[in-house]
């Protein structure tokens, strides 16, 4: 059995290691019938696929939380809101 005693798992805490899982699983099975994602250029000024904008989104999303818990602590239901914004941003302009 492994220890998973070393981190405070919480609802919140699965959820969101559930929903990191279920996204690249997603994005897999999106690979697999519709492959190649071409690459596009968006704001940004870089080439990005799917996957790319997929790792951008999360990556900014960790930010938004971090940056939101330094100035506003909890809840974090404006974050979240910050982060449905930004998925839906990069996947479509960058």
């Known amino acids: 059995?492994?220890?998973l005693s070393w981190?405070?798992?919480t609802?919140?805490?699965v959820a969101f290691f559930v929903t990191v899982?279920?996204?690249i699983v997603v994005m897999g099975i999106w690979e697999k019938f519709s492959p190649g994602g071409n690459p596009r250029r968006g704001v940004f000024g870089i080439d990005t696929t799917r996957g790319d904008r997929l790792f951008i989104s999360?990556?900014?999303s960790g930010f938004i939380n971090l940056g939101w818990l330094a100035f506003f602590g909890t809840p974090l239901w404006g974050a979240l809101a910050l982060m449905i914004a930004w998925f839906v941003f990069v996947f479509r302009k960058v």
């Open 21 to 23: 899982v279920l996204s």
């Open 11 to 13: 609802w919140p805490t």
């Open 7 to 9: 981190m405070a798992w």
């Open 1 to 3: 059995m492994i220890d």
């Open 58 to 60: 999360w990556l900014g």
